[in-house]
Each structure stands twice: as C-alpha cells, then as structure tokens.
C-alpha cells in the first residue's frame, strides 16, 4: 500500500463542510479551495511543499478556537488541518513529552495525567487545539503556580519553507547551545501562523530533575475545591459594583505572593452585562490542603465585602481531571463574538469601573459582553521577559474583553458595541492598553485585528509593541531567517524586517 502523506478535501468532498466549518467562532467560516489534513510529520512537509509551489494562500488550523478569522481568511485559499497529528507520547531520548500540534488541551490533560500523573499548566478549555494554544503562551488555573505553557516548552517540530520554494523540517529546541533556538524562542509566544507549521512539541519543566517522566511536569493536585459566588443584578446598585471591583483588585494587588497559601487559587470574575442576570466569581483552590475551604471563603469574602446584595455561593469538591474537561466558556447558542484583552499592571480604578458599569448595566443593549478578570502573576512573573516572547511579566491580572451574540444580521452592532468599551476604556492612552504604569499590552491569543487599525488604536504604539513589546525585533530576525517568503502570514503575524 502507497503511504498516504495527506488527504486532500475539495468542496466536492463530503469532509469538505465539516472541515471548513471549524472556527468555535461561527462569526468566520472560510472557503478554501481546498482542506490537507496530513497523516503525520512529513505529510504535513509535503502539504505545505505543494501549497507554496501551487502558489496558494495557506493557512493552518489545530483546534478551531482562534478568536478572529485569520484561518478563515476570504484570501486564504489552502488550509492545511492538522487535527490527525494528535499523539502523546513520552519521548526517551529527549526525556520529554512529545504532544501533536493537533491535540486538544482535553485530551492532553487526560494523557499526560493517567499515564504519568502528571499535567501541563494549560487552559480551562477542553476543545482548544495545542497547535494554536502554545504558540501564544498559554495560561490557565495552574499558571500562578507553574507559570505559563511556554515555560514548560522544551523543542518545537515545525514544517519551514525554504527560500527556494520547498519545504522542510526542523527542531529547534530551548538548549541556548541549539543551531535552531532562535526558532524555538520564536514558538513562546509570538502566536501561530508566523514563521512554519508546528507538527509536534515536548514539553518538560526547565527545572525538571532525572529522567523520571512523572518528575518532568508538574503535578496538578489530586482535587480541587471550586467556589462560584453569583450576584444578582437585580438589586446591584453601580456602588454595589464599584465596591466588588474595587475589592476584587485590592486583594489580587495586596496579596503576599511570598506566601504559598494561595498560589493554587485561580479565578476569573466574570463582569457579565445586566441581561445575563448576573455578575459571577469563579474560584479554586487545592482541595488537598487542610486549610483550603477557610482560605477560598476568606477570598470570597473579601471580595465581596461591603457589597448589599448577598451572593449565591455554591461549592464542590471535584477530582482535578474532571474540573479540566468543564467547557466554563460555553455561551450556548450565542456563537458569533469579538473579543479582546489587556494585561493589568494595577486593577481598574473607580473611573474605570463607572465606564464598565455605564456599559454593562445599560439596558438598550440586547448582546452579552462580558469582562472578564483572571488571576495573574506569582509564577508568571518570576519569568525574564526577554526569556520568552511573552514580555508580560508583572501583570497582577489579564482581562478578556468580549461580546456574544447568535444573530449573524446584527454582527456590526455587537462588535462596534466591544470596539466602543475597549476604546473609552483605555481613551487617555488612544484607546488601547499601551505598556505603561498601569497596563502592559495584551496577549496574542486574545488577537484583535482593531489593534492596527488607527480607527480604534490611536495611540501612536504599533500593534506589535502592544503584544510583544521589545521582543518584536528578535521575532522580525527570526521571521527573516525561517520564513523569507512570508509563506506563514495573517493580519497579525510578524513581518519581515523592513
Ligand atoms: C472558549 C475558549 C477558551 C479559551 N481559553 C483559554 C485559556 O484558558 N487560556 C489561554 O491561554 N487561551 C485560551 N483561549 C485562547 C486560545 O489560546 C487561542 O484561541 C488559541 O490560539 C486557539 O488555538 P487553536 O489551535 O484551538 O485555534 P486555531 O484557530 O486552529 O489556531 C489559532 C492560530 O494558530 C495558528 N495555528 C494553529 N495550529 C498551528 C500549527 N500547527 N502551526 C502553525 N500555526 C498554527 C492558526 O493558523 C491561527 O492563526 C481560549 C479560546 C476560546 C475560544
């Protein structure tokens, strides 16, 4: 039997629809004159090889879950899937774990955790693809511990085209004594789509001691004690949710980080717009310390403090895999949205809450934003900003800007609605969060095309700076070196030096 290196779908192809029909954002559905889904690392090779010499537009999707539609392009007319490049492995001879940029974060949870008890310090999406997810960073519930994904990341394998028009495969790995490390450097955070196709990663903790596989990550605990606290907003005056927010960033800006009592917590409150009914506080904690539930209600408490509407608080105790297959993101049949994000140097102040509130509480609007505030640091920001792409390392929380619809006619409103909040927002810094005291940009995985658009980023700061700050030279040589062709490009993608 011939190996097959890849399928090739058409739109005369029953796979075809479901194929193109990917993106969890249904706001983009594109219509490529062709799927490749390659069976394994050098299918992938020979798919992006005959993409650039058949001339096409090519584009890459893992888990579908990119917030704009930079796979969904109208001018992308080759999209290659690399769903089927789904392994976990435990690889001896590089002593790490090698995953398929295919992989969903679920899946990877349930792998690396029953075979080697062990866990990537990942997202709180089970359905979000690794070969998207990584690429920017990745945070998630253990990062205060652990820190990011990329710090965990010890070789990427990507698929690279040659200036002279073919394609090949490279490794490129964290050991600074590695021909390829600038390759590497550039797979921590500077998002996909940029400098090749990823096949595959392995991960292993910079610190890991041995060759033990279940020394190598961290080991998430056995349970994990979960709050959610819910305040009507019937009721909630704006003091009532000026004090919530207040209270809420004085005690992330407060906390001892010293202190490991509350390096397991991670939250994320949602500001959710009045129609939706309620404001929420998602909270959780290692359930195995004897002392977790009186640490996660003195958090709650302090949250709401001094709020008059008294919160509906339930509690669980929850075996940490099952806490990781929860899609807490599933916003039912409003599939359309927009989104964007900022990284918060100093919680929102009292100005900034009177906007939120003016915004959310407004009762003309029919869609559903929502603002939402994720615990940050500790680990994070014990990281060189230069070590990684990410160059956000002392934000106290990142932020999620979005707004949710079902209704494709009324796309123009909502995401107009979003653009409006962000920009007055952050209008004494041109309506973006620029790097400065108080923001630090925003993070790639959270794309936002508006960022370089001079509509809505008047700011005078290149988009690029919001994302990757000074890192952005050292990915612009990288680029030049693995992708002189700009074969890998999007609205969003590192350019070539100028
Ligand atoms: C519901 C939801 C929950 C989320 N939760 C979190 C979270 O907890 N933490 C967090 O950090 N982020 C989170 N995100 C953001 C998420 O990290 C990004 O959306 C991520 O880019 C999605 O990756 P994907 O592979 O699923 O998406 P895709 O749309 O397939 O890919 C996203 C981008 O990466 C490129 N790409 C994908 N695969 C490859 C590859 N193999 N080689 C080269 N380029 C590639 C694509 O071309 C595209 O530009 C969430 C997003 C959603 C929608």
């Not at 002279?164 to 600074?176: E, F, L, Q, S, W």
């Not at 009177?354 to 994070?380: E, I, K, M, N, W």
């Amino acid at each position: 039997m011939p190996d097959i290196a890849f399928s090739e779908v058409t739109p005369a192809d029953a796979r075809y629809a479901s194929l193109v029909a990917r993106s969890r954002n249904t706001r983009f559905a594109g219509s490529p004159r062709r799927v490749l889904v390659p069976r394994h690392t050098d299918g992938a090779r020979q798919a992006v090889a005959q993409a650039v010499r058949r001339g096409e537009r090519l584009a890459v999707r893992a888990g579908g879950h990119g917030l704009e539609g930079l796979v969904d392009d109208p001018a992308v007319t080759t999209v290659i899937d690399v769903s089927a490049l789904d392994g976990v492995a435990y690889d001896q001879d590089r002593h790490a774990f090698a995953v398929g940029a295919g992989a969903l974060m679920g899946d990877v949870y349930r792998d690396l955790y029953l075979k080697w008890g062990v866990a990537l310090p990942a997202g709180t999406c089970p359905s979000v693809g690794l070969g998207g997810y990584v690429q920017g960073g990745g945070f998630g519930a253990l990062c205060r511990r652990y820190g990011l994904v990329v710090d965990h990341l010890e070789a990427v394998e990507v698929v690279v085209a040659d200036a002279d028009g073919g394609a090949r495969t490279v490794v490129a790995g964290r050991d600074p004594a590695d021909p390829h490390h600038d390759l590497w450097w550039a797979h921590t955070g500077a998002g996909g789509g940029n400098f090749g196709l990823v096949t595959r990663f392995w991960f292993r903790s910079a610190d890991a001691p041995g060759h033990r596989p279940a020394d190598l990550l961290p080991r998430p605990p056995a349970t994990v004690l979960f709050a959610s606290a819910a305040w009507d907003w019937d009721g909630l005056t704006e003091g009532d949710f000026l004090r919530l927010l207040a209270n809420h960033g004085a005690w992330h800006a407060k906390e001892d980080t010293a202190d490991p009592a509350y390096a397991s917590l991670y939250s994320a409150l949602y500001l959710n717009q009045r129609s939706v009914g309620r404001l929420v506080l998602n909270a959780q904690i290692d359930a195995g310390r004897p002392d977790a539930r009186r640490l996660l209600g003195d958090y709650l408490r302090a949250v709401g403090e001094g709020v008059r509407v008294s919160a509906r608080t339930s509690w669980e105790t929850l075996p940490w895999l099952q806490v990781t297959a929860r899609d807490v993101e599933n916003r039912g049949a409003l599939t359309r949205s927009k989104s964007k994000g900022a990284q918060l140097r100093v919680p929102f102040d009292g100005g900034d809450g009177a906007l939120l509130h003016r915004y959310l509480a407004d009762p003309r609007y029919s869609g559903h934003t929502t603002v939402v505030l994720f615990s940050y640091g500790r680990q994070v920001n014990a990281v060189d900003p230069a070590a990684t792409v990410v160059a956000q390392r002392d934000s106290l929380l990142r932020c999620y800007l979005g707004t949710y619809w079902a209704d494709a006619r009324a796309d123009a409103l909502h995401v107009e609605r979003v653009r409006a909040l962000y920009r007055d927002l952050f209008a004494e810094t041109g309506g973006v969060p620029v790097p400065g005291d108080r923001t630090d940009g925003s993070y790639i995985n959270y794309p936002d095309v508006d960022l370089r658009d001079p509509r809505w980023n008047t700011s005078g700061v290149p988009w690029h700076a919001l994302y990757f700050k000074s890192n952005y030279a050292r990915l612009q040589r990288v680029k030049a070196r693995w992708d002189p062709r700009d074969v890998f490009h999007h609205a969003l993608s590192v350019e070539l030096p100028g």
